[in-house]
Nanobody, 115 residues
Framework: QVQLVESGGGLVQAGGSLRLSCVRSGSIFGINAMGWYRQGAGKQRELVAAITSGGITTYADPVKGRFTISRDHAKNTVTLQMNSLKPEDTAVYYC?????????WGQGTQVTVSS
């Protein structure tokens, strides 16, 4: 059974940094990409950053230059380094793994940025 467990969320002041981690347990056949999404209050879930199995990264425009996604195959982990955080980054952040058959989601971790 596949499980994705996020950690690293919390409360931080504007301008601060947080590092989110997502650890995968269980096997996923043919992982194509891993990513982080977020969902603010009253908003739809949106892509924040993604990284393909080949290492190609994609970022949403609002986080470009501030967030960095990386993965560690040996540790089955994908991380999101978030710098220069803004109040508008406040949201629940979800980890996502895309396999060849289906995608998987973590339970989410709350990030709150105070002004």
């Amino acid at each position: 059974q596949v499980q994705l467990v996020e950690s690293g969320g919390g409360l931080v002041q504007a301008g601060g940094s947080l590092r989110l981690s997502c650890v995968r347990s269980g096997s996923i056949f043919g992982i194509n990409a891993m990513g982080w999404y977020r969902q603010g209050a009253g908003k739809q879930r949106e892509l924040v950053a993604a990284i393909t199995s080949g290492g190609i990264t994609t970022y949403a425009d609002p986080v470009k230059g501030r967030f960095t996604i990386s993965r560690d195959h040996a540790k089955n982990t994908v991380t999101l380094q978030m710098n220069s955080l803004k109040p508008e980054d406040t949201a629940v952040y979800y980890c996502n793994f895309v396999g060849s058959v289906r995608s998987y989601w973590g339970q989410g971790t709350q990030v709150t940025v105070s002004s």
